[in-house]
C-alpha cells in the first residue's frame, strides 16, 4: 500500500462539534484530495490541494474546510459537524494530474449522533 | 457535463463463469479512466487505467477492461470470476473542470457477488 495514514479511523461525534480528520502520506505527491463515500452516490470530493497551502473547493465542500502546512499533511475540518456529515472519508494522493492513478487510505467512518 | 455511470447495483456471478462489470462516461476531451475495488472495510486499491493507446487493458488479478469511444464505455471484465473478486468496484473519469488537477469523477460503484 502506498504510505497514506488516515487518523482516527473511527469516530463518533455529537452534531454541532468541530472536528478535524488527518491524511498524513510519505510518499512526497503534490497532489491530495478528501472524497466522501456515501451509497448510491459512489465517492465525491470535497476540497483538493495543489501544493502547500494551496487547495481548492470540490463538489460537496459547503461545511468542510482544508489547510495544508506540509506537503505531508492535509487536514479536514468540519466546523459543526451534523447528521449529513455522517459518512466515510478518504484521503488520496496523486504525484501529478495527468494518468498516474491516484492512492487511497484505508478511510475514516465517521457518526455525527 | 463531465459524469460516470454504472448502471448495475449488482452484478451476480457464478464462479468459473466471465463477468462484465459496465461503465458509461461522458466528458470533453480524450477521457483518462480507472477502474477500482473496495473490500469490505478498506480503501479503493487501483485495477486498472486507460490513457491512450490499445483498447484493451489489463490489469491486476486478472481483469481487464475494453475501452469504446463509440460507444462512451470502459466495461471491466474477467474470463473467470473467483470469490474472492466479490467487492465494490468503481469506475471513475479524471475531472479537468477548472483545469486538470487529477480530481476524480467517481461512478456510484457496483457490487459483483460471486457465489461458489
Known amino acids: 500500500d502506498a504510505g497514506i495514514t488516515q487518523s482516527p479511523r473511527h469516530k463518533v461525534t455529537e452534531t454541532g462539534t468541530p472536528v478535524t480528520l488527518r491524511c498524513h502520506q510519505t510518499?512526497?505527491?503534490?497532489?491530495m484530495y478528501w472524497y466522501r463515500q456515501d451509497p448510491g452516490h459512489g465517492l465525491r470530493l470535497i476540497h483538493y490541494s495543489y501544493g502547500v497551502k494551496d487547495t481548492d473547493k470540490g463538489e460537496v465542500s459547503d461545511g468542510y474546510s482544508v489547510s495544508r502546512s506540509k506537503t505531508e499533511d492535509f487536514l479536514l475540518t468540519l466546523e459543526s459537524a451534523t447528521s449529513s456529515q455522517t459518512s466515510v472519508y478518504f484521503c488520496a494522493i496523486s504525484p501529478d494530474r495527468g494518468g498516474t492513478e491516484a492512492f487511497f487510505g484505508q478511510g475514516t467512518r465517521l457518526t455525527v449522533v | 457535463a463531465q459524469s460516470v455511470a454504472q448502471p448495475e447495483d449488482q452484478v451476480n456471478v457464478a464462479e468459473g463463469n466471465p463477468l462484465t462489470v459496465k461503465c458509461t462516461y461522458s466528458?470533453?476531451?480524450?477521457?483518462?479512466l480507472f477502474w477500482y475495488v473496495q473490500y469490505p472495510n478498506r480503501g479503493l486499491q487501483f485495477l486498472l487505467k486507460y490513457i491512450t493507446g490499445d483498447n484493451l487493458v489489463k490489469g491486476s488479478y486478472g481483469f481487464e477492461a475494453e475501452f469504446n469511444k463509440s460507444q462512451t464505455s470502459f466495461h471491466l471484465k474477467k474470463p473467470s470470476a473467483l470469490v474472492s473478486d466479490s467487492a465494490l468496484y468503481f469506475c471513475a473519469v479524471r475531472d479537468i473542470r477548472g483545469g486538470n488537477t487529477g480530481k476524480l469523477i467517481f461512478g456510484q460503484g457496483t457490487t459483483l457477488q460471486v457465489k461458489p
Open positions: 510518499e512526497n505527491h503534490r497532489y
Open positions: 466528458v470533453s476531451g480524450n477521457p483518462y
